[in-house]
């Protein structure tokens, strides 16, 4: 079964950092491309980042891009999100997808963790 | 970046009734479409991809169609687990965007 689980959200003050994993299982992670999708309280999805199956090419969107970092490590089944300089607006559910290359859509979610920037 | 629309934000209806959601792109995007369904506090789920295949396991009342710049999801005969939120998704180039979703709600 796949799941992909979601961890190391929680509350940070404006201008901290926080690292998200995102723990996979059930697939050949080493063959996929992960994203992270953000949804702000009470808002849609949106798109962050994505990184593809090596770790050799990454794709962010520009809100964030210079303040989150992906990454991966394929020897542990798991993906990352380094969040520094963060934001109010950074405030969100973030949800870790896959898509195989070449199959462009995300065909399995994790059920996401919570990040809250407040002071 | 390519900006998808959905109409309507949100819509009313009745068990038995047939749904109608658009989405429509800012430029031309194939048929790199793709529809999620999301109900409160859980993780979207990909219904429809390639704009018009059915995701497996997804029952057959959910159908895709559209090209281009605008797509069509329908959903025949709405069903009680059928009340949530959909989203179309373009995947033709990055940064992949959303729509801004549609809320099926009950009348």
């Known amino acids: 079964e796949v799941q992909l689980v979601e961890s190391g959200g929680g509350l940070v003050q404006p201008g901290g950092s926080l690292r998200l994993s995102c723990a996979a299982s059930g697939f050949t992670f080493s063959s996929y491309w992960m994203h992270w999708v953000r949804q702000a309280p009470g808002k849609g999805l949106v798109w962050v980042s994505r990184?593809?199956?090596?770790?050799?090419?990454?794709s962010y969107v520009d809100s964030v891009k210079g303040r989150f970092t992906i990454s991966r490590d394929n020897a542990k089944n798991t993906l990352y999100m380094q969040m520094n300089s963060l934001r109010a607006e950074d405030t969100a559910v973030y949800y870790c997808?896959?898509?195989?290359?070449?199959?462009?859509?995300?065909?399995?979610w994790g059920q996401g963790t919570p990040v809250t920037v407040s002071s | 970046d390519i900006q998808m629309t959905q109409s309507p934000s949100s819509l009313s209806a009745s068990l038995g009734d047939r749904v109608t959601i658009t989405c429509r792109a800012s430029q031309s995007i194939g048929n790199y479409l793709n529809w999620y369904q999301q109900k409160p506090g859980k993780a979207p789920k990909l219904l429809i991809y390639?704009?018009?295949t059915l995701q497996s396991g997804v029952p057959s009342r959910f159908s895709g169609s559209g090209s281009g710049t605008d797509f069509t999801l329908t959903i025949t005969t709405l069903q009680p687990e059928d009340f949530a939120t959909y989203y179309c998704?373009?995947?033709?180039?990055?940064?992949?965007?959303f729509g801004q979703g549609t809320k099926v709600e009950i009348k």
């Open positions: 990184i593809n199956s090596d770790g050799s090419s990454t």
């Open positions: 997808a896959r898509h195989f290359p070449a199959k462009q859509w995300l065909d399995y």
């Open positions: 390639a704009a018009s």
């Open positions: 998704q373009q995947t033709y180039s990055t940064p992949w965007t």
